[in-house]
Nanobody, 113 residues
């Protein structure tokens, strides 16, 4: 059964960095657009970034100066690099195979002093 598994979440101080990873099984992620979303407590899930099959990316305006996404084809993995984190970035982060119902279980990223 196809799965996406996120990892890399944790607790960092404001200004810190985290790199989240999304690893696929039973699916070659390089053949899909992979999207990142996040959901903060009490808020709706929101789009963060996506990477296309041609490796071009699109990042939400709200985080485009701080977040990037990339893929490692050989590792079948997509990463979300987050820098200069702010408390408002605290959320559960999910990866998703675009236009499918395949989601990871989420990984918690928390930013607090």
């Amino acid at each position: 059964q196809a799965q996406l598994v996120e990892s890399g979440g944790g607790l960092v101080q404001p200004g810190g960095s985290l790199t989240l990873s999304c690893v696929g099984s039973e699916r070659r992620l390089a053949q899909w657009t992979i999207r990142w979303y996040r959901q903060a407590p009490g808020k709706q899930r929101e789009f963060v970034a996506e990477i296309y099959v041609n490796a071009k990316t699109r990042v939400a305006t709200s985080v485009q100066d701080r977040f990037t996404t990339s893929r490692d084809v050989y590792a079948n993995r997509v990463d979300l690099q987050m820098t200069n984190l702010e408390p408002e970035d605290t959320a559960v982060y999910y990866c998703n195979l675009a236009q499918s119902e395949l989601w990871g279980q989420g990984t918690q990223g928390s930013v607090s002093s």
